[in-house]
């Protein structure tokens, strides 16, 4: 990531990275252009209002409200192992990280399709009611539909596609791009527990583990479901968009580093974070702590919490509202000018934050 | 598929399928019943026009609008080999059989998301660029527009899910279930081809083949292509479509078999078709035939022609235009009443048509 940044973050230039350095950050940026240059030479523009490379595409359904469609793959070995994950849990986060998507934009998600395609193995077992049983109760619950997708075999791999489709009035979903010099950034819930998490099951914890004391094993599951089964930030994200709180917005899929530099470099702005201010999980600083993990490093660079992360102009602040759904927020910097570039203060000391989380390739 | 027909064709009664004969389409049926309960207990209902178990599902997106949502996995190993599928024609097809399900709904294809999953190896290679490049290419033939999905690395294999949107005007979506015995059933284009392409890749053809014969060459190429490159009938859905000229459709992925059995199961309906009338692929008869491939066979049970099967009212037949984008259609056969059972006709014998096509399970 941090070699393909300088190229990516060049977005003026068109210089295309070699095959083999580029990153998929590169490459999507590529596609974007590739698709905007299609889009140009065609009647569709007006109907698209924001394509490749936010955390959904926006289109101009009617007059009145605009289409919110987010896509994401989960591949077994790479996302998730089979023997880790349980099946309900699996169908809860499929569902979860494309609602999580949703929620950035500030839509409401309608519609869940799913694409599943498993081992002949895993058809002849429970797998895939167990898998469909979780993701119905999460529906339920934001009263989505599933209303299709496609299912087919693998030769050995676990693969799940999930998409949702939302919707929002038209113009208000939340971009990317749109931070200022002078916003307020802001982060909803508790950042570190789905990496401190995956870092615990990756050393062979387990629900209800009896290897751990008994006060431990309730702040254990507590970790182990941020990330097996994340909770998606839709209450937040249709309050921050229906009422226009925020003006741009990602959730933290990839880490707060990756996350907090996606959104600088679509705004092109800078932006100063503290370290003391944030609200790193309870959790991971009790059971992560004490057995060599950083919990602050798990805050700024572990994946999938699945937290919004949102940018507030400073007239608009005294607006939020303190929870939703009993969720609160953190005010943890704010938004720079540009030339600043994207930093971390701790005490006296202010560095670079690199983007240190997830990337694929 | 012929053990699960049973169950699957009765649908009145909800007894669950054991789990360890259960076809994909008992599955289907099983998940159809429990997105449609959810349904009924929830506020969606009104926005849903049709959901599972069709080629795309439909939603009310506005007063004057429906839209219509395809998904379609390919697995590498299940549905195509690097080997011996060009990375550009496998863009060119993983957009087609998407825009072959929003045909067949008889609607206008509008916007595309691709979740492509690749390793490592592939990820170094022009693999995705030449990927994107097929698939632009149909794209712009359509003017659809690529507007967002998601890149993931795999350990092995290449994924692919291909989501295209569509839209037709509110309640004109043609589903599976409108057949009417009387109806007269036509297919578009000619049948068997893109089955014989494959089994002659199978048997070591490739484009261009140099083992061919000058004079097969030609006729070669064009049975690879039906498989390696099949073209979607937008043009002919669309007729369709608009002017309310089928009463029910279908694409011919799983094979012509199969899919006349999902359209008279869906419509309760029976359907006789007469071999006599089939238009089987002239170079299947030439190429297959010497190399003893059946022609008849490949043209009833081969899959992935996507050819629109579709049934017309008699008093409509006279409307039907004769070609559409230089594509003929055939009459084939009549519907008839569901005691009647699917059945074709060859000279004076008529025997029950099973469906013999593709299924993953």
């Known amino acids: 990531m941090k070699d393909g940044e300088n190229e990516h973050g060049n977005a003026q230039s068109p210089s295309v990275p070699n095959v083999t350095t580029r990153t998929e950050f590169d490459f999507i940026d590529q596609l974007r252009q590739r698709a ?26 009617s007059a009145v409200k605009d289409t919110v469609i987010a896509t994401d793959l989960l591949i077994e070995g790479i996302d998730f192992r089979r023997n880790t994950a349980p099946a309900n849990l699996l169908g ?45 109760h999460l529906a339920g619950q934001y009263d989505v539909q599933l209303i299709g997708g496609d299912t087919s075999r693998t030769p050995e791999q676990i693969v799940i596609d999930s998409i949702v489709i939302g919707e929002c009035p038209i113009d208000r979903a939340i971009e990317r791009s749109g931070a200022q010099p002078g916003d307020q950034i802001f982060v909803t819930g508790a950042l570190g527990g789905a990496a401190g998490g995956l870092r615990l099951i990756e050393r062979g914890a387990h629900l209800a583990d009896q290897n751990f004391s008994a006060n431990e094993t309730q702040a254990l599951d507590h970790l182990l479901l941020r990330h097996l089964q994340p909770e998606p930030r839709i209450g937040w994200g249709m309050v921050l968009g229906q009422e226009r709180l925020a003006n741009s917005m990602i959730d933290i899929s990839d880490g707060l580093s990756s996350d907090l530099n996606h959104i600088c470099l679509e705004s092109r702005v800078g932006a100063l974070i503290h370290s003391s201010l944030l609200p790193i999980d309870v959790q991971v600083v009790e059971l992560c702590g004490r057995r060599a993990l950083d919990p602050l490093q798990l805050a700024l660079h572990g994946g999938e919490d699945f937290e919004l992360l949102f940018t507030v102009r400073p007239d608009a602040v005294a607006k ?31 560095w670079e934050l690199q983007p240190g989380g997830w990337k694929h390739f």
Chains 1, 2 share one sequence.
């Not at 394509?51 to 101009?60: E, F, P, Q, S, Y």
């Not at 309608?110 to 429970?126: A, F, H």
């Open 92 to 136: 809860h986060k499929a569902l979860a990280v494309s609602l999580s998507d949703i929620a950035a934009m500030g839509a409401r998600p309608r519609w869940s399709l799913i694409s599943l395609g498993v081992p002949d193995d895993v058809w002849q077992s429970s797998f895939a009611n167990d898998f469909y049983e979780g993701l119905f």
């Open 36 to 61: 905007t240059l299609q889009a140009h030479s065609s009647q569709t523009i007006q109907l698209l209002k924001l394509g490749i490379g936010d955390d959904a595409a926006v289109v101009h359904s």
């Open 320 to 350: 939020l509202p303190r929870r939703v759904d009993g969720v609160g927020i953190t005010h943890i910097g704010e938004i720079r000018d540009g030339s600043e570039g994207v930093k971390i203060s701790e005490g006296t000391r202010v």
